[in-house]
Nanobody
Framework: QVQLVESGGGLVQAGGSLRLSCTAS????????MNWYRQAPGKSRELVAVIDRDGGIGFSDSVKGRFTISRDEDKKTVLLQMNSLKPDDTAVYYC???????????????WGQGTQVTVSS
């Protein structure tokens, strides 16, 4: 079994910063793409940032220039550094990862439980 555990959410004033962390554990052969999504109340889930195994990255237009993403392969961890936060960034942030199982060699997408980010104006 594979688990993703997120941390780092909280309440911050507009213009502030937060760093989210997500660590994968379990019967893992390798981790391919790692992603951050977010979902605000009444809205659909939105892809915010992605990083592949080779370090290739991408961001949604809404966070480009303000958020950065990085990963630590040894720790199977992905970080999302969020700067210049705005009230519109308020959402539950979810980590997901495409994991190749050490059990059967199959790839599957896993999700974390989500962490709340609230930005006050």
């Amino acid at each position: 079994q594979v688990q993703l555990v997120e941390s780092g959410g909280g309440l911050v004033q507009a213009g502030g910063s937060l760093r989210l962390s997500c660590t994968a554990s379990g019967t893992i052969l390798s981790v391919r793409t790692m992603n951050w999504y977010r979902q605000a109340p009444g809205k659909s889930r939105e892809l915010v940032a992605v990083i592949d195994r080779d370090g290739g990255i991408g961001f949604s237009d809404s966070v480009k220039g303000r958020f950065t993403i990085s990963r630590d392969e040894d720790k199977k961890t992905v970080l999302l550094q969020m700067n210049s936060l705005k009230p519109d960034d308020t959402a539950v942030y979810y980590c997901s990862a495409d994991v190749i199982s050490a059990y059967d060699g199959r790839a599957k997408q896993y999700w974390g439980q989500g962490t709340q980010v609230t930005v006050s104006s």
